[in-house]
């Protein structure tokens, strides 16, 4: 071999001993090392309660089977000869009320627990019984409501046992694989049928919460089913830690609001135990911008000012869905809004479950578990109300489509985007003359409602861009920090037939290459009728955006897939949880191809930082970057982050820190975000045309020339496994130099590549 090549094999060979000691591959948290692989073990318990009995003594009987993930039975006093196995029971009551109230309660306060020291038996192969200690009829619950036994009652288990993952490699012994079912079972204690819609109480879906939470588990990851966290988690159920209520509808509700709870902006900090869910951002996003700003007098997060992205969509849980096993579930989703067929579900105890500081006895003195403020309550519009009597009156139901601006349940909880005032905004491109380097191109383009009746641009916010080129966004010499070309089409000229056009102020660099891009984008507002509980509100709303490519030596417009913007995550995806991605004042809507025009490897947040903009030993930067295959890794990972905290700057020096977000599921589930096709759009090796990211923009702010980067791989790898160690010793111990062109070479391919051991198709596969 020729002396001085690319890598002498000696080199490489030291390098590639040196990445097998150093330990490739993810684990369970961002940022460490230790590696993970796909579980032996694959599968899950299977459990099934089949029969539930009150005996002579008083005790439940539960029968139940129970068999491994290959169908072999486990017998439960083997099973629990094995530390850290569990297998239990709870009882609960459905009340003359509609609600829980657990018969099995320990701690001082009480709270609803498993029964203990019952016995097992078995009945045949796989099938068990278990005998409560308790003997829940001479409890104060069951003597002291009316027909106990013409109720219904549910008992459900928690089964759960860790595997240990084995891929042949030498693994610790925290990588397992959690193992957990939770059968459960309606009946009624004299042997009457249980009415499926009636005698239960489903009011969400676990595979609606699964929708963003992929496998919801609490207390540990083993209480997975909504029909075993409601048993515990009722009305008579309070923390004994912070006194707040774990009551179901009170707890979900107060979390998901996280930090737009009225009692967190003022002042509080909603706490369950030891955990705060004061920072809590809910990803849905609705009427981005609303002027004016919602009417609250207290300070809350910079990040929320201004903006209405609230958790109003309630159907996002209350729907109907499946259970763990597939059954349906979901008979009572729609008791957020009615408790029959005519009476609304509007109740105080209900509504201050979310507007937690809203006061109904004439005074602003409101407590919140351990919040309490003589001030921060908010009067009850209606005025003051002794009960609940009156609810109804005021706040009915309501109709999807007609009630959006009353105070009806609907009405309150209404969509903007789904209103019958929004039409809905549709953007076309549809030819582009001048389109080449070295001109302006001039664009046609047409804007309708959902009803194909045109939208005057003057009517709105709408704007034009040009980037290039397609095979990665650097945008050179068009404006600063990769920034694309942006031409507003307010005074653009109708053709007279609904169509419009407008030609860029600035042409296209000179000497520019490759396929470009032309998007549209923008926002109209819209005024909403005025009512006497809402006042005037006007909202923003923006349109999907879509994107025109065409060659920059012709001009001709390219269709070809190929030839365009890569494609790695799947919008549809990403409105699992945010429902409609809306961002930067609801211009940019439902289309990352508009995304990734500005978020390019060239694009930091230098331009917005304003003169001051604090600096400590973390956020040290002149800049950050916002390229967008290391910010939404960041952001997603947010609060596991180690290096914080995490800030970006915005137009107008707004502070975007995303240090606290807690994403809802296992962040190694690329596929929650990544489109799912051969080869995987998240493994390795990357595109060649791939960039690295920039960190440092340099002298020249309109172009790279002189940009500082992070290698390609690295700045995807270190967006989430941002730990000193990693980036500073794995990352930079497995990164070569090209003898000849003295250029950096990442040799992560030698054991990261797709299909390897240490590759991202198992290193980045949830094993929980």
């Known amino acids: ?17 040196a990445t097998l000691l150093g330990g490739c591959g993810s684990s369970k948290k961002a940022g460490a090392e230790a590696p993970i692989a796909t579980p032996t073990v694959p599968g899950n318990l299977q459990s099934q309660i089949t029969a539930v009995t009150i005996n002579g003594s008083g005790q439940p009987v539960v029968t139940f089977t129970l068999f491994d993930q290959n169908g072999a039975p486990l017998d439960p006093a083997t099973f629990l000869a094995t530390s850290g196995n569990r297998l239990r029971f709870t009882i609960a009551q459905l009340g003359p009320d509609g609600e829980y109230a657990n018969y099995i309660l320990s701690g001082t306060p009480p709270v609803p627990s498993f029964d203990s020291g019952g016995t097992f038996a078995t009945v045949g192969t796989g099938v ?48 397992v694989f959690q193992q957990a079912v939770n059968p459960y079972m309606n009946f009624k204690p004299n042997g009457s049928a249980v009415n499926p819609v009636t005698d239960v109480r489903e009011i969400v879906s676990i595979s609606a919460c699964n929708t963003c939470h992929r496998k919801l588990g609490a207390h540990g990851g083993t209480r997975r089913e909504i029909a075993l966290c409601i048993l515990c988690h009722n009305p008579t159920a309070t923390d004994p830690t912070t006194t707040n209520t774990i009551d179901m509808k009170s707890l979900i509700h107060k979390i ?18 030891t955990t705060s869910f004061a920072t809590v951002g809910y990803p849905f996003i609705s009427g981005d911008t609303i002027s004016p700003a919602p009417a609250y007098t207290n300070s809350y997060p910079a990040v929320y000012a201004g903006i209405s992205n609230t958790p109003i969509q309630c159907v996002k849980c209350h729907q109907t869905g499946t259970d763990l096993s597939g059954r349906p579930y979901g008979a009572n989703v729609n008791e957020w809004k009615q408790s029959s067929p005519t009476t609304s579900s509007a109740t105080r105890a209900s509504c201050i479950t979310c507007h937690d500081t809203t006061t109904f006895d004439g005074t602003t003195n409101v407590t919140v578990g351990p919040f309490t403020s003589a001030t921060a309550g908010i009067l009850h519009t209606g005025g003051t109300q002794a009960d609940d009597s009156q609810c109804n009156i005021c706040h009915p139901i309501g109709t999807v489509g007609t009630d959006e601006y009353n105070a009806s349940v609907v009405g309150a909880h209404a969509i903007f985007e789904q209103s019958s005032v929004f039409k809905g905004i549709n953007y076309q491109i549809l030819s582009a003359s001048n389109a080449i380097a070295g001109q302006k191109p001039t664009v046609t383009f047409k804007i309708t409602d959902n009803g194909g009746n045109v939208i005057a641009p003057s009517t709105g916010s709408f704007n034009l861009k040009i980037g290039y080129p397609t095979t990665d966004y650097t945008n050179n010499n068009m404006s600063n920090f990769g920034q694309p070309l942006t031409q507003s089409v307010t005074a653009a000229t109708s053709n007279g037939d609904g169509t419009y056009t407008m030609t860029f102020a600035n042409a296209i660099p000179a000497g520019s290459t490759g396929v470009g891009v032309i998007g549209i984008e923008g926002t109209k507002s ?19 955006s879509v994107q025109y490519y065409f060659d920059l030596a012709s001009g001709v417009q390219v269709t070809n897939p190929a030839q365009q913007r890569r494609q790695v995550v799947d919008l549809n995806k990403c409105n ?133 980067r992070t290698l390609p791989i690295t700045s995807v790898c270190t967006s989430c496994h941002d730990d000193t160690t990693f980036t500073s010793t794995h990352a930079a111990g497995n990164t070569a130099t090209n003898t000849n062109t003295g250029q950096k070479v990442e040799l992560c391919v030698q054991c990261h590549t797709t299909g390897l051991t240490y590759g991202p198709d198992f290193a980045h596969v949830p094993v929980q």
């Open 1 to 17: 071999m020729r002396r001085g090549g690319f890598l002498s094999i000696l080199a490489l060979l030291s390098l590639l001993f």
């Open 128 to 175: 068990y019984t278990y005998t409560f200690k308790t003997n829940i009829t001479t409890t104060a619950l069951w003597t002291g409501t009316p027909n106990v036994q013409t109720l219904t009652h549910t008992v459900a288990g928690q089964i759960s046992r860790s595997i240990p993952v084995n891929n042949g490699l030498t693994l610790d012994s925290s990588n």
């Open 256 to 273: 998901h609001y996280g930090a737009l709870l009225p009692s967190n902006r003022a002042g509080g900090n909603y706490t369950i135990g």
């Open 526 to 544: 819209y005024t909403l009728p005025t009512t006497p509980h809402k006042g005037t509100q006007t909202f923003r709303a923006g349109g999907a």
């Open 576 to 708: 699992t949880c945010h429902t409609r991605l809306s961002l930067h004042g609801a211009n940019r809507v439902n289309s990352i191809g508009e995304c990734v025009i500005c978020h390019n490897a060239d694009a930091t947040d230098r331009g917005t930082r304003p003169a001051g903009a604090p600096t400590g030993t973390v956020d040290n930067l002149a800049e950050r970057p916002i390229d967008f295959k290391v910010m939404i890794h960041k952001i997603h990972t947010g609060d596991n982050l180690n290096q914080k905290p995490y800030v970006i700057y915005g137009f107008g020096g707004s502070v975007n820190d995303f240090s606290d977000v807690g994403y809802p599921q296992d962040t190694r589930n690329c596929l929650a975000c990544h489109i799912d096709t051969t080869p995987i759009t998240y493994g390795l090796p990357l595109s060649s045309y791939v960039l690295g990211t920039t960190f440092s923009t340099g002298a020249t702010l309109n172009n790279d020339s002189d940009n500082q």
